[in-house]
């Protein structure tokens, strides 16, 4: 029973990784399409233009920094891929570490400078993912901090 529960969380970490890097990546390279409209700037646009628009200027630097942006999100989502399926289905101590810290920083830091612009949205998909996360991260905590024998 063991091994199946583990290897059900390592699929759902690996799972949940690669939508981090495929979102990452879909953002970087088409940061005005649909999706990114409705789910980012349909949400993050009237807090900072109640009235109308951004202007163009801004678009086009909004672009920019979805390009960086999912540039680094499609990276650190295929580094997780790439832990979870190496040293984190072998149980080495570092692994889980390393998937869990940077997962904690990036929520603190992300969602108390969305909550501090009044971004209440992203803090909330930002919680969404987390909550994803939690389940495996919370399960197997126990084969990675135990003490060794």
Do not use: E, Q
């Not at 970087?28 to 951004?54: E, H, I, K, M």
């Amino acid at each position: 029973m063991g091994d199946a529960r583990r290897s059900i969380w390592d699929v759902w970490l690996v799972a949940l990784a690669a939508g981090v890097a495929l979102a990452g990546f879909l953002l970087a390279a088409f940061p005005a399409s649909g999706p990114v409209n409705a789910l980012v700037n349909g949400f993050a646009d009237p807090v900072f233009w109640p009235t109308r628009g951004p202007p163009p200027s801004m678009v086009a630097y909004r672009n920019w920094v979805f390009g960086v942006t999912g540039a680094v999100m499609g990276g650190w989502g295929m580094l997780m891929v790439w832990v979870v399926l190496g040293p984190f289905r072998k149980r080495r101590r570092w692994a889980w570490f390393a998937i869990a810290l940077p997962l904690s920083c990036w929520y603190v830091v992300d969602t108390l400078a969305s909550l501090a612009h009044g971004v209440v949205s992203n803090a909330i998909l930002n919680t969404g993912l987390l909550l994803l996360f939690l389940p495996p991260l919370s399960t197997t905590a126990r084969d990675f901090l135990r003490p060794r024998t």
